[in-house]
C-alpha cells in the first residue's frame, strides 16, 4: 500500500502557524513581485477567489472582506516543508518527497497494522510537530493514492484520511472521479478523452488497453493499470538530476542600466551554478534572455537570447557567470526597460566523466576547491554570505516583496518572543 501526504493549502497554512489571528480569516498568497494568487485558504476560496487572478483586481474585495495577504515567503515555507517530510519520514523509512508540500509514504511492511488508525497518528502528529494541516489517501498504487488524497481534502467527513481497501472503494471512488483531474493524465489527454466520451476515471478503465496504448502509449497503459490496482509507479527515493536548470526573475522595477542588469544575471548564474554542483553535475552551455514587459504597449518592446557553448562543461560559478556576462553584453540594447531576464544552463552530465580540452587553460582543481568552500560557507552562515563581485550589493533589481512575513525560522532577528 501507498499513503500520499499533502499539506492543505500550504503556503497559507506556513503563515498561520506563526500569526493564529488568522485561523477563521481569508488567507492568500501572491507570486514573485505581488502579481497573482497563488495559495488561497479555505475562507479565500469561499470567497470565490481564484487561482492565478492578479491582485490588483482582488483590491476592492480584499478591504471588504479583510483578506490576509502576504508576498511569497519561499524561505520559510521551504524550511516548514523540511520539518513536515521530517516528521513524514520518522513513520516509514520508504518515502518519496514529490514536492513541497506532497509526499508518497510506502506501507508495504505494514500487513498487521491497522492502516487508518496509523494515518491518522500520521496526520495528529504532523500537525502537532508542525502546525501544519495534512491529508492522506491510502491505496494500493500511487495513483489511487492521489485519488483518495483528494476525497480526504475535499470530504469532511473523512476527517482527513480515506483509504481506498477494497473493489468497491475503487469503482465508487473512480466513478465520482473527473479524467482531467487524474494524476498522469494532463489537459491535453484530458481533451482527447473527453472528446472519446470518456467523463471519468472510471470510464477511462474500462476502455481496451489496445486502445489506450495506441492514443496515449505507454505512459497512459501504465495510468490506467495504476486505476485498475496494478502497481506500475515505485517510489523515487531521490530526484533524478535535472536535464536543464533555469533561475528566472521579474524585477521589481523596469531596468535600463546595464550594470544592475549584469548584477541580476551574474546573480541567476550563480545560482545555476550552485544547482549544479548540488545534483553532482556540469553544463555545456548557457543561454541567457532579456525582454521588455509586454503588456506596457505604450513603451517600445525588445526581446531577446543568446546561447553560448562552453568549451569544457563546468559548474565553476566563475566561468558560468563569465559566460554569461558576456551572452547579456551581446544582447543588450539601451533604450528599452527590461521587465525580465533569466540564465538556462543545459547540456547537463555527472560531474565525473568531463571531456576536457587540449587548449584549456583553466586550474579546475583550483575552482573546485574554491566552489566547495564557498558552498560550505554559504550553508552554514546563509546564501550569499560569500559571493562573487559581479553578483553586487544594491539588488536595485530584487523582487518586489511588500506584503512578506518574518522569517520566523531561518533568521534569528525574525525569531518570535514570547513574553510570559
Known sequence: MYALADCNNFYAS???VFDPSLNGRPVIVLSNNDGCVIARSNEAKTLGIKMGEPAFKLKELIETQNVA???????????????????LASFTPDIEIYSIDEAFLGLHGFAYVD??????????????????????GIAPTKTLAKVA??????QPQHQGVYMIASENQRIDALKNFEIGEVWGIGRQYGKLLTRYGISSAYDFTRMPAGWVRQHMSVVGLRTQKELLGIPCIDLEHSAPPK??????????????????LSEAVASFAASCAHKLRKQQSVAQVVMVFAHTNYFRVDLPQYSASKTITLPVPTSSTIELLHYA?????????????????????TGI?????????????????KHNKLMITIDKLNDKYGRNTVKVAAQGTGRKWRLRQERISPMYTTRWDDIITVKS
Open 14 to 16: 506556513c503563515e498561520r
Open 69 to 87: 495577504v502576504f508576498s511569497s515567503n519561499y524561505t520559510l515555507y521551504g524550511d516548514m516543508s523540511q520539518r513536515v517530510m521530517n516528521t
Open 115 to 136: 492502516l487508518m488508525e496509523y494515518a491518522r497518528k500520521i496526520r495528529k502528529t504532523t500537525i502537532r510537530n508542525t502546525g501544519i494541516p495534512i491529508s492522506l
Open 149 to 154: 488524497n483528494h476525497i480526504a481534502k475535499k
Open 243 to 260: 536535464k536543464a536548470i533555469a533561475t528566472t526573475r521579474s524585477f521589481g522595477e523596469m531596468q535600463t542600466d546595464l550594470g544592475y
Open 325 to 345: 556576462l558576456t551572452a547579456l553584453k551581446s544582447i543588450y540594447r539601451p533604450g528599452y526597460r527590461y521587465k525580465k531576464a533569466g540564465v538556462i544552463v
Open 349 to 365: 552530465s555527472t560531474n565525473q566523466h568531463i571531456q576536457t580540452s587540449l587548449f584549456d587553460s583553466i586550474d579546475r582543481e
